[in-house]
């Protein structure tokens, strides 16, 4: 009768076995659409083996463990390939921003590798203005000409301050975004560290069985990814050491075990973190893609609009104003496209078209002439060409990078899709698998469910024979 006894408890075993494997896969397809999941399977195993006088008897079947189906090699590519795709993103939001502050579209010429500027913005208020000289030149006594002009040249002004005072704004909104994102970045290191604890406590006697921590730890590491480049390594007690490169050359440690090692801070266009502090390197995240629009593309734009509106003050108040005698056409300590401004004498009761009499066009000739001279560096000025070429090859130039960054995106984007692919025929959740799973199982523990029931009638039987017998 013993032999009946360590048969019903097996048969108990294995109806438990079951039905942790019927939760975990019922578990599965409930998470088939989340991205932070992975496919879980219970290990089985003999609970062991006793001598008895027929031979070795196995204890019964029992759920060893839940584990995971997971690619660390896989996950480490997909979070490096995550630093990459948002560095990108981040780039390209903000200048195209950026390229909304100009206030005039850009058409990127990809045949050419160069981009138009439309007529509006800057270039079509420097485009009347010189034509307004023009006008002038034409008309040197017509009051509504002249008044045309001063509205015109008021206009020029306006835009260039507000092209600058946009830009300059989005700059702004880049350190507060990099801001934002370390603090973002400090709140998941400490969750991280904090589910390091909580996975090395859980996986003290069951290594890897902590799975639906891991799963929360491994969506924060993506999340901290998308902000800076992490590399991660777990040590053998499943607690990950998370670390960053660092402009030295060396790793710089984030997070080890259950601790933070310093956290992440921003100042003077640089971010740093560790223990001591070392400044990171950055080669991918949203705070690289910020920095990099920042100190790059859009600081390269400001420089040249300087550039050209100090040309436009000096050569159009040496033209106007050549003997440095009389009045400017323009405030000579306005020479960058945030000050640029008009002579505070001027107006169009003041304006002169000519240095001689009624008539005289010579001032007004020699101002409009400025539009086809080409400048030079080399020569002394602030521009390499005439107004226009050199408007129209710094937007142009800006358009590149737009377009570039865009490209760059793209092709980040496929890989990132690829590799999540890739990952998710490993680590996702088949529904056709499940099923196929779920009906196994469910056979399996109406079996040992009907075999415990026999089992349990004949010891009751037994039982009962015993008891007449008595």
Known sequence: ???LFSALDSTAQALNAQSVAISVTSKNVANINNPNYSREYVVFGSQGEVQTPQGEESLGLQALSVQQDTDSLLNQQVISQIS?????????????????????????????????????????ALDNFMNAFTALA??????????????????????????????SQVQSDIGSQ???????????????????????AAEVNSPGSAVDLRD??????????????????EQSNGEDT??????????????????????????????????????????????????????GPIQTLRTNLDSL????????????????????????SGTTAGTIALDPSLSSATLTAGTGGAGDNTTALAVAALANTSFSTASGDAINGTFTSFYSGSVS???????????????????????????????????????????????????????????????????SQLGAQG
């Open 1 to 3: 009768m013993s032999g």
């Open 242 to 295: 998370v670390t960053t490169p660092g402009t030295s050359g060396n790793p710089v440690t984030l997070v080890q075990l259950g601790s933070v090692q310093g956290t992440l801070s921003y100042a003077n266009g640089a971010v740093t973190g560790g223990q001591p502090a070392a400044t990171l390197a950055l080669g991918g995240g949203s705070i690289q893609g910020e920095l990099n629009a920042s100190t």
């Open 309 to 332: 509106a100090s040309q436009i003050v000096t050569a159009v108040n040496t033209a106007y104003n050549p003997t440095g005698t009389g009045s400017n056409f323009f405030d000579a």
């Open 178 to 200: 990099v801001s934002s994102d370390v603090t973002n970045a400090n709140t998941l290191l400490g969750q991280i560290a904090g589910l390091n604890a909580q996975i090395g």
């Open 216 to 233: 929360s730890r491994e969506a924060d590491l993506e999340q901290l990814a998308a902000i800076i480049p992490v590399n991660v390594t």
């Open 84 to 124: 990459l795709t948002s560095s990108d993103s981040s780039q390209q939001g903000f200048l195209q921003q950026a390229q909304a502050g100009l206030g005039q579209s850009l058409t990127d010429a990809s045949a050419s590798s160069s981009s138009t500027t439309s007529a509006s913005g800057l270039a079509g």
């Open 397 to 463: 130039t800006f358009g590149q990078s737009v377009a570039n960054v865009t490209s760059s995106l793209d092709d980040q984007q496929n890989v990132q899709t690829l590799l999540e692919n890739q990952r998710s025929s490993i680590s996702g959740v088949n529904m056709d698998e499940e099923m196929s799973n779920l009906v196994q199982y469910q056979q399996a523990y109406v079996a040992s469910s009907e075999t415990f029931n026999i089992i349990n009638q004949i010891l009751g039987n037994e039982i």
């Open 138 to 167: 034409a008309q040197p006594s017509d009051s509504g000409t002249q008044e045309a002009l001063i509205g015109q040249a008021t206009t020029l002004t306006q835009t260039f301050q507000s092209v600058d005072k946009n830009l």
